[in-house]
T-cell receptor, first 114, second 112 residues
Framework: GAGVSQTPSNKVTEKGKYVELRCDPI?????LYWYRQSLGQGPEFLIY????????DSGLPNDRFFAVRPEGSVSTLKIQRTERGDSAVYLC????????????FGPGTRLTVL | DAKTTQPNSMESNEEEPVHLPCNHS???????IHWYRQLPSQGPEYVIH???SNVNNRMASLAIAEDRKSSTLILHRATLRDAAVYYC?????????????FGQGTRLTINP
């Protein structure tokens, strides 16, 4: 079956620009997570959705980062006024929602801010 | 979140067993022990999880110490495709504590 998909796979932008990264979770998964991974580091949690609502956004680094999931399926991570330090791989994961269930990760979007 | 400690890197030979250790001395009673791995240029992949008893699945086995302060992921017969970064993660089961907190992990190299 189809796994988690993320688009685009690569995004190059200039400092100060706005970007949107999309995540399509596994069909029927109610929980959706965003992480980001800098080179040589483990993934770092950003935000978690249960259905349409953000249940935990404690990992968002500042107010330039925002994420939505309006219909409880596809999610978009939005970054305003990008900075070079935002360059990383942005990973999306989904799960069936129970606290102990495994998370299924997408391949990530590599964001490069020039 | 309780912290885990893993060796930065390990090396093994193809078709031999691999034992990946993880220390979690501050683990609490509600923490499950999860293992994920990340192959090059891919997102992390779930491997196995457990609470108190040893666990087996098609990918690996998880041996948990009686005091739960450490655990070992066992790959019974490593292949070249097992070369990856392996992450040991403690995950609370309480409502709202859904995130995975990744450390640096162990980079496993498999020699042919």
């Amino acid at each position: 079956g189809a796994g988690v998909s993320q688009t685009p796979s690569n995004k190059v932008t200039e400092k100060g620009k706005y970007v949107e990264l999309r995540c399509d979770p596994i069909s029927g998964h109610t929980a959706l997570y965003w992480y980001r991974q800098s080179l040589g580091q483990g993934p770092e949690f950003l935000i978690y959705f249960q259905g349409t609502g953000a249940a935990d956004d404690s990992g968002l680094p500042n107010d330039r980062f925002f994420a939505v999931r309006p219909e409880g399926s596809v999610s978009t991570l939005k970054i305003q006024r990008t900075e070079r330090g935002d360059s990383a791989v942005y990973l999306c994961a989904s799960s069936q929602g129970a606290s102990y269930n495994e998370q299924f990760f997408g391949p990530g979007t590599r964001l490069t801010v020039l | 979140d309780a912290k885990t400690t893993q060796p930065n890197s390990m090396e093994s030979n193809e078709e031999e067993p691999v034992h990946l250790p993880c220390n979690h001395s501050t683990i609490s009673g509600t923490d499950y022990i999860h293992w994920y791995r990340q192959l090059p240029s891919q997102g992390p992949e779930y491997v196995i999880h457990g609470l108190t008893s040893n666990v087996n699945n098609r990918m690996a086995s998880l041996a948990i110490a009686e005091d739960r302060k450490s655990s070992t992921l066992i790959l019974h017969r490593a292949t070249l495709r097992d070369a990856a970064v392996y992450y040991c993660i403690l995950k609370r089961t309480i409502q709202g504590a859904q995130k995975l907190v990744f450390g640096q992990g162990t980079r496993l190299t498999i020699n042919p």
